[in-house]
């Protein structure tokens, strides 16, 4: 069986990055869950934190960061309602189907 | 929600940048291709009716008016799924979109049409979804 094809025509990166620049920036991102929309920019972030209270999304997430990203991105399992933030506030954050 | 809003406007950078993706009230198509036509079999309904992401847009209105956020910029795309088969769109939807609904008459559609001969058939569904840019504002009404 072949696994069904979700927004091959990558028509999701093209809207987003009409919209955004994420160049340099602080991201945070909320819902991320396995990571699927975080490795459409988070190689022009400076830094990017992505939550998602889905324990097994973020488990996948972590093992599929590719090698280039690591250092630069962090997956923490948590609520927006119970995250505590790093010091240095966002440049820019993300509501991945998640509001 | 609006509480998501308020953590939000606290967490980013004076004029940083919040972006929202969510899909839109419209239901979800489910169409069959069959070579270069394609058919409409009907809609992906969700169990509560899409009502939160109608919730989501009325926190985000919320936002704006109360002056945590300005919205700068709004637009909508279609997101596609590709599936071979009803059976294999309806096991992702299991996984990836737990509240979907087929309907019987729309399931009934698509079998028919998948009857066809025709070899180079598929199903596509296609989702409205909404996109926007909203600057944090330091204009809170008190």
């Not at chain 1, 962090?74 to 509501?95: I, N, S």
Request: contains cysteine; hydrophobic residues 45%; proline residues 5%.
């Amino acid at each position: 069986m072949r696994p069904v094809k979700a927004d091959p025509e990558d028509t999701e990166t093209t809207a987003l990055h009409r919209l955004a620049d994420f160049t340099g920036k602080r991201v945070l991102e909320i819902g991320c869950g396995d990571g699927r929309l975080t490795w459409r920019y988070a190689d022009r972030a400076a830094f990017v934190v992505a939550i998602d209270p889905d324990a097994d999304d973020i488990d996948l997430a972590r093992k599929e960061c590719p090698p280039a990203l690591r250092g630069r991105v962090e997956f923490h399992v948590t609520r927006l309602e119970d995250f505590v933030p790093p010091p240095a506030p966002f440049d820019l954050a993300l509501l991945s189907w998640s509001l | 929600m609006v509480h998501a809003l308020e953590k939000l406007h606290a967490l980013l950078k004076p004029a940083g940048e919040l972006i929202d993706i969510h899909p839109t009230t419209e239901p979800a198509s489910i169409g069959v291709r069959l070579r270069a036509r394609e058919f409409g079999a009907g809609w992906i309904n969700e169990i509560d009716d899409y009502v939160e992401y109608q919730w989501a847009d009325e926190a985000l209105d919320r936002a704006v008016a109360s002056g945590w956020f300005a919205l700068e910029k709004r637009a909508t795309f279609e997101f596609v799924w590709h599936a071979a088969s009803l059976a294999e769109l309806r096991a992702y939807l299991a996984e990836e979109w737990r509240d979907a609904v087929i309907d019987d008459l729309t399931a009934m559609r698509i079998e028919d049409a998948l009857k066809s001969p025709e070899r180079d058939k598929e199903l596509i569904v296609r989702e409205k979804i909404g996109v926007a840019r909203y600057r944090r504002s330091d204009s809170r009404s008190v």
